[in-house]
Structure formats: structure tokens, C-alpha cells
């Protein structure tokens, strides 16, 4: 449907959708629709637009690199809410593309970066293959940020473990060898989670030793439990926090009976 002027406070706009399956490619043909072939037949809706949507809808239509018409330009915007709303969701603009290119032939002619992953970058640039970037850096795209809970919850257990270890290293000999005999097959350290069942709180926890350089005093451990802890360590946790906000008060290493208790938790 050719643009018109808008006149008065509200404008019947037409557009088309896809809904029943039908050999009706003439019916596409006419709804402006690109030409995907048989089996799909539009539906005309009618819509109102005030005179303000209207000019933000022509004027984000002009923007675009084939001047849609106003029909063509609703069913874009359509596509492109419903695809908002995706997990994969990578259509960069103009600028961006431009911006990504640079940057690729920047790193290309540094030689920081694989060739191959470069020149698939690029084709997936000109090409609109964007979806083929999700393959290649699947490392990149594919990663789930992380929740606040889970980042607390990490940071409250190493917290703990530190005082933990610091309290029981500062301690007596008579007194570690006390701590051990109350605290049977309790694990005296801090051994980090399980990375096949608690792979999102040991990846937090690799990552801030490894990277961010906190705690230190953990940096050497694998951090891999490879038994769950989670359950374990908010039941520590729960033991823990009054000790914790006792300590903060003190300023001196939690003692022998306060490890006993947070060790023994249930």
C-alpha cells in the first residue's frame, strides 16, 4: 500500500500477516510481501495510527536502505518485536556492521586472530549469515549471564571459607587437633563446586580467583568439588552469617568452637 498523507487525528492503516497455509502466491505478491514461495496465505488487518505514530513509522521507513512502504515497514517492525524477544537475537545495523569489519581487518592485519574465524566474520557480515557466528564462536554467543543470586551466594561461600581456613591456620596446634576430632569427615577447605552439576557457581567462582584476582589464598585449587556442594555450604551458611556479623564487630579470627559449629552445620 502506497505511503499517503496523514489527515485528521487518526489514520486506517492496512497491513498483511501470515496465517493459513494456501497456494496463493498472488495474494503475497500483492500484500508486497517478499516472495518466500508457495504455502502461506496473508490476511488483511486494519489498524489505527494517530498522526504521531504515523510520521515515526514513515520516517523510520525512510531510514531504511529500501524505502518500504508503510505496510511492508509494520511487518518488519512486527518480525522484528517477535525476534526481540528470542534468545538469539544478533542483527547488527549498518554502522555496526561497518564498525565489526574494521575492527576485523584490524586484528587480521595484527595476526592476533585466526585467519579462518576472520574471513567467516566477514562473509557473515556481507552475507547476512549472521546465524553462522553462533556456530563459529559458540563460546561467545552461547553464554548465559549469570544471576545475582548465584554471584551472592558464591561470594558469601568463599567469604566464609576464607575466615574458615584464616581462623583454623591462627589456631593452637591443641586446638586444630580438636577442631578435626569434632568435625569428622568435614573437609577443613575450601574445595569449590562441582563443575558437572554446579557448573554455573564454579564458573563464577574460576572467575573471579582466575581472572579478577580475588581471594588469592585460592588461586592454586582447581575449584572442581566434583561432588555437589551447594546444599551443603548454605547450610554452613545459615551457621555462619551470625558469626560472620559477630566477627565484623570483633575484628579478631572466628575460634575453634564457631569453625566446629559452621563445620558441623546441617
Known sequence: MERLPAEGRTVVCSCFVLKHRTN?????????MPGKGYGMKTERVELRLDEVTLERL????DAQPNHPSRSEGIRRLIAQGIEGNDKWNFHPNEPEKLMIW????????TNSTDEKTLDIINSAMSGGHYWSLRWELSGVFDAIPDKDDDLRFVIDTMNMWSMIEDGFKRSSDADRKFIVLSCPNKSLVFDGFDANTEGKHYSIAQFLVKTLGRW?????RKMNSHIPRVSRYCSMLGAFKPIRDAFLHRGTPIGKNEIIAVLNAL
Open 216 to 220: 588469592e589464598e585460592f588461586k592454586d
Open 24 to 32: 496463493c502466491r498472488t495474494l503475497r505478491n500483492i500484500a508486497g
Open 102 to 109: 574494521m575492527l576485523s581487518e584490524i586484528m587480521r592485519r
Open 58 to 61: 514513515d520516517k523510520w521507513c
